[in-house]
Structure formats: C-alpha cells, structure tokens
C-alpha cells in the first residue's frame, strides 16, 4: 500500500495516473488497495461530476503524516544500510 500512497503525495490523483505509475499493479490490486486506503482514513475520494464524472484520491491529513514517516524510514534505510 506504501507504493500508492507515494503515488498519490507525487500528484497521481486519478485511477488511470495511478495505473500508469505503478503498472506492475493489477487493475484489481489497485482498486483494493484504494478502498483499503479510504477504509483507513489514509485517503479520500472525491468524485467530480461532469461527463465523464471522475473520481479523484488524495492523502487525508493522516495519509500525509504517515506518508512522511514512511518516507523518512526509506531515506535511512536507503542511507544506512546496502541492498
């Protein structure tokens, strides 16, 4: 889940962005992993109407806070230790 919530902080706000980011994710994965999110209260879903209508994901406050820690955990890991 850590991959989407990157994706949508970077800008990917919609479904297709989201797909094309992260393309080793199944359509299917992705959709759980939104509404995973959503259920979490990491993320929220706007949908905009006009024709099409769209649906728009974006970090709630704490989407955002966690999105930080995990950020600040990859930089140490990145930094501290060799893969």
């Known amino acids: 889940m850590t ?3 990157f994706s ?3 800008g990917n706000s ?3 962005n989201l797909r094309e980011d992260l393309e080793h994710i199944s359509d299917h994965i992705l959709a759980d992993r939104l509404r995973n999110l959503e ?3 990491l993320v929220h879903k706007s949908c ?3 024709n099409p209508p769209r649906t728009e994901y974006t970090l709630t406050a704490k989407g955002e806070e966690l999105s930080e820690i995990l ?3 990859c ?3 990145e930094s501290k230790m060799q893969f």
Request: net charge negative; hydrophobic share 45%.
């Open 48 to 50: 905009i109407p006009g």
């Open 3 to 5: 991959e989407v919530l």
């Open 71 to 73: 950020g600040g955990l």
């Open 39 to 41: 259920q979490l209260e």
């Open 8 to 10: 949508i902080e970077e």
């Open 14 to 16: 919609r479904f297709n």
């Open 75 to 77: 930089d140490f890991a």
